[in-house]
């Protein structure tokens, strides 16, 4: 088959490098030629909105499929009546609008924390009447990595937060004081069937995903059981094709549903070793139609990602038993130039080789703020 990828980043780039062993072709559409799926796969460039060009990327494909949330609807619409989408245009739409997914999760039962539509500083102040302070104000769209947030601690800073973010539709969200992140992926094939990877922990640093530790360790079951639940409600709800990662604050109480994303998610990214099928090859699966059986878990698997920097290859091949993934991209603060992911029969024979790696990657991206330090594993035991 000839798979369309809208996107040329590293998840495009992941998900051609799981599509071309399984026998598929894999064209690109992106608006960046120097990103890192079009040094893989065949690639066109331009304008998402762009329908010439959007016609000679459907004429060529079989299937389409995004590797993020925020292409434009009308650039979805016209793909949709040229060729199958997958997931479609209700996942993606409801994934791109804070407002919306929490509505939905509010329509199927999923708990969230509470949340309010505000378009105006009025609306805002309202807002912060019903749901209290603090407030975590977000943009409706095109928020990721912790931009388009500001957090409203008391009535000074209303004016200020709501003109930050630029005018855009938002959403004020009650601010939660979780105890840690957890994040569930779920991919269901075009005949109905699903599939669901443990939870996974995930460690963030100035609002970007740091580490993600899979399994997540010490789960209470009745969580496990309830997120892969709600999990499952939302992928049937949407009638979703592929993968779609559920992201949820883990509370004293029991969880809330954060974010969901329609795609495959960098928490995910342990599993390329760490999984008998990877996220990306469960996705590719899935949108072609082809059989998938339920991915398991190799083990015990720690990822970390490299933001703004990369250490000396050789240094991070060094340590035994790495994976290393570099997506050939020029490095600036905050980006996300690559990962590696290390796996091991049990914590403790992994966690000496993570304490080399996390020592190397300190040393070049000068993390501070990590809660928990890394150093100090937020797990005791045996996985
Ligand atoms: P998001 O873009 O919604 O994933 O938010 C980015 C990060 O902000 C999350 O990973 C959390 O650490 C934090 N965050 C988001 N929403 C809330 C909330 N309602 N309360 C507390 N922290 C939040």
């Given at each position: 088959m000839r798979v369309g990828i809208v996107g040329g980043g590293q998840l495009g780039q992941m998900l051609a490098l799981a599509a071309i062993p399984l026998g598929h072709d894999v064209l690109v559409l992106s608006?960046?030629?120097?990103?890192?799926?079009s040094h893989i796969a065949h690639a066109i460039f331009g304008k998402y909105g762009d329908e010439k060009i959007l016609a000679e990327f459907t004429a060529k494909i079989d299937v389409a499929t995004c590797e993020?949330?925020?292409?434009p609807q009308e650039a979805l619409q016209f793909i949709e009546t040229r060729s199958p989408l997958r997931p479609g245009l209700r996942s993606m739409a409801i994934a791109s609008d804070r407002w919306l997914e929490k509505e939905h999760f509010r329509s199927l039962g999923i708990p969230t924390s509470l949340f309010q539509k505000v378009d105006s500083v009025a609306e805002l102040k309202a807002a912060i009447k019903h749901l209290g302070l603090p407030i975590l104000l977000k943009t409706?769209?095109?928020?990721?990595?912790?931009?388009?947030q500001r957090l409203v601690r008391n009535e000074k800073e209303i004016e200020a937060a709501f003109f930050a973010l630029g005018g855009e539709p938002l959403i004020a969200e009650q601010f939660v004081a979780f105890e840690r992140e957890l994040s569930m992926i779920g991919v269901r094939t075009m005949g109905g069937a699903i599939f669901t990877y443990p939870m996974v922990q995930n460690l963030h640093h100035e609002g970007i995903l740091f580490c993600t530790i899979a399994p997540a360790p010490e789960v209470p079951t009745h969580i496990e059981l309830e997120v892969r639940e709600a999990l499952c409600t939302l992928l049937e709800s949407l009638d979703h094709v592929g993968v779609l990662t559920l992201e949820l604050f883990q509370t004293k109480e029991g969880w809330l549903a954060n974010e969901i994303a329609p795609r495959v998610h960098?928490?995910?990214?342990?599993?390329?070793?760490?999984?008998?099928?990877s996220q990306f090859e469960a996705h590719i699966r899935a949108i072609t139609g082809d059989p998938l059986s339920q991915p398991m878990l190799r083990g015990v698997s720690v990822m970390v990602n490299l933001i703004g920097a990369v250490p000396p290859r050789e240094d991070i091949l060094a340590i035994d038993g790495v994976h290393l993934h570099l997506y050939g991209k020029s490095p600036r603060?905050?980006?996300?130039l690559g990962h590696v992911t290390i796996c091991g029969e049990s914590w403790e024979e992994l966690l000496p080789r993570l304490e080399k790696l996390i020592a190397l990657v300190e040393s070049t991206q000068q993390i501070t703020a990590l809660t928990p330090p890394p150093s100090q594993p937020p797990f005791g035991g045996e996985g």
């Open positions: 608006d960046d030629p120097g990103g890192p799926a993020f949330e925020h292409v409706r769209r095109f928020g990721y990595d912790g931009k388009g960098n928490s995910g990214h342990f599993s390329i070793e760490g999984a008998t099928i603060p905050g980006r996300k």
